[in-house]
């Protein structure tokens, strides 16, 4: 089983540092630098598998892809929010609500959740997408950015974002909290192949490793800093993983509702090129006569 594996998922990077992890697939790991790059590794058969946020499957399914889904994580309350700069910064000062957002830079991973929950928290005060500046930028970029008053927010993801804060140099403006399930899923597409049982045993697989995560947190975040991944310190590393649920669930009708009304979101706001409505795809569908 070829995985893909990206820093911004923390189930599949544990997973290729960790002895053994998910070991019933016989995994192939394949590195690859960001979850907006699977559904192009997907299709060309460099992986059968990825793990991403929740608006990388419904972008895939807009320019008309097959995808199917697998297994989702718990929901991430405490995994993303919006960032300011401190009090006290020049910037800073007229941004006391998502409001006054209206007209500033917005430092995001466009195209990633980042996107939703932007558009979610905006739309929560009557305003939209189009109301902000947008500012594609890596993680750490954002936050030098955000230092450096060349942007005036932050769309921020846990480890970094914790590290930011700890540090005092961003104060949270928006949680992510319920206002979007913020969940990792992991999918494929029809064409890879993958028959009804790979589905169950990967959203088994998937759902062993993370308990053992849960179960042992402190080796994790050495794993994860050993590796320097993101640049992030234990410390950081250690209050993600401990404030994450590593649960993991096969996909069911209720994930498929949630991407729905993700993509009906970012349609309004025009982050979609058409309205999509999708095909509610829970793992592939084998072929006449093909075992399950």
């Keep these: 089983m070829r995985i893909g594996v990206h820093p911004n998922n923390i189930h599949l990077a544990l997973a290729e540092r960790w002895p053994g992890a998910l070991a019933s697939l016989d995994p192939v790991f394949v590195p690859y630098a960001e979850g907006r790059d699977s559904a192009a590794l997907l299709r060309d058969g460099t992986i059968d598998l990825c793990g991403t946020g929740s608006t990388p499957p419904i972008a895939a399914e807009a320019a008309g892809l097959d995808v199917a889904y697998v297994a989702a994580s718990s929901p991430r309350p405490a995994n993303g929010g919006i960032l300011v700069a401190p009090d006290g910064r020049a910037r800073a000062v007229?941004?006391?609500?998502?409001?006054?957002?209206?007209?500033?830079?917005?430092?995001?991973?466009?195209?990633?959740?980042?996107?939703?929950?932007?558009?979610?928290?905006?739309?929560?005060?009557?305003?939209?997408?189009?109301?902000?500046?947008?500012?594609?930028?890596?993680?750490?970029?954002?936050?030098?950015?955000?230092?450096?008053?060349?942007?005036?927010?932050?769309?921020?993801?846990?480890?970094?974002?914790?590290?930011?804060?700890?540090?005092?140099?961003?104060?949270?403006?928006?949680?992510?909290?319920?206002?979007?399930?913020?969940?990792?899923?992991f999918w494929t597409l029809g064409e890879r192949g993958l028959s009804g049982r790979d589905v169950a045993q990967i959203a088994a697989a998937l759902a062993a490793f993370g308990d053992a995560i849960g179960a042992a947190p402190d080796r994790a975040a050495d794993l994860l800093a050993e590796g320097r991944l993101a640049g992030v310190d234990r410390a950081a590393w250690r209050r993600a993983i401990g404030s994450r649920d590593w649960r993991i669930v096969p996909a069911d009708a209720g994930l498929l509702a949630e991407q729905q009304a993700e993509a009906d979101t970012l349609a309004r706001h025009g982050a979609l090129p058409h309205p999509v409505r999708l095909s509610g795809r829970i793992g592939p569908t084998p072929a006449p006569g093909a075992a399950a």
């Design 94 to 185: 007229a941004i006391r609500s998502v409001a006054d957002l209206r007209g500033r830079r917005v430092a995001l991973i466009d195209g990633s959740f980042h996107t939703y929950l932007l558009a979610k928290v905006l739309e929560g005060v009557g305003l939209s997408l189009s109301d902000v500046v947008r500012v594609e930028l890596s993680p750490g970029a954002s936050l030098r950015a955000l230092d450096d008053g060349e942007v005036d927010a932050w769309v921020a993801m846990a480890p970094l974002l914790d590290q930011a804060l700890a540090a005092g140099r961003a104060h949270l403006l928006a949680p992510c909290g319920a206002t979007i399930p913020n969940r990792s899923v």
